[in-house]
């Protein structure tokens, strides 16, 4: 679960209802483990997202034709769950080395 920490006025996450302290389960499925998971499953044509309300509460979020732009989303640190660790182990990467 990644907490959202702020939403950017009309942005598709706005429009849809998404609020600070809602969490981000997964995008089209896919567990999110850090911002790069993020920026590359948002960039779908359509997005099912599957969220938790701050108040424990599960709800879906349905996005179509966004075109590429951001959803608006957020997040207190760029792995998500405040890990330090990359969780792509690129082997041109410095950091699981």
Known sequence: MHRIETIEA??????SGIAVGDYLMAINGNQIKDVLDYMIFSTEEELRLDMCSA??????????NLQG???????????????????????FCFIDQ
């Not at 009309?10 to 429009?15: D, F, I, Q, S, V």
């Not at 792995?79 to 990359?86: G, I």
């Open 10 to 15: 009309g942005t598709p996450a706005e429009k």
């Open 55 to 64: 108040k424990g509460k599960s709800y879906t979020v349905l996005l179509q």
């Open 69 to 91: 732009k951001p959803l608006g989303m957020g997040f207190a640190s760029v792995t998500l769950d405040e890990e330090k660790k990359c969780q792509n182990q690129c082997v």
